[in-house]
């Protein structure tokens, strides 16, 4: 029911930025949370960061200080700000939106950092 479409990822080296977006079909207040994650390969899919509609963030130790989540609810959107990246960062990310106690998950989008 809900469609979560990402875009940004890319290849960067090392130290560099990437802004992920993902746009969802419904409204951002709607989803009660939504968040990021992502896979390395061969690895088990990990959570990077998670907002609620109330605006509480949450981020894995790994990223803390680096990255940012964020929603724009007039574009139906969330946003993950990726700075200082690292080789460690590559990995497929996706979007997670929470909507009446069901999970959504977008398609994927690739970052590869290079050393």
């Known amino acids: 029911q809900v469609q979560l479409v990402e875009s940004g990822g890319g290849l960067v080296q090392a130290g560099g930025s990437l802004r992920l977006s993902c746009a969802a079909s419904e409204s951002i207040f709607s989803l009660t949370t939504m968040g990021w994650y992502r896979q390395a390969p061969g690895k088990q899919r990990e959570l990077v960061a998670s907002?609620?509609?109330?605006?509480?963030?949450n981020y894995a130790d790994f990223v803390k200080g680096r990255f940012t989540i964020s929603t724009d609810n007039a574009q139906n959107a969330v946003y993950l700000q990726m700075n200082s990246l690292k080789p460690e960062d590559t990995a497929v990310y996706y979007c997670k939106a929470v909507r009446l106690s069901r999970l959504y998950w977008g398609q994927g989008t690739q970052v590869t950092v290079s050393s």
């Open positions: 907002i609620t509609s109330g605006g509480r963030t």
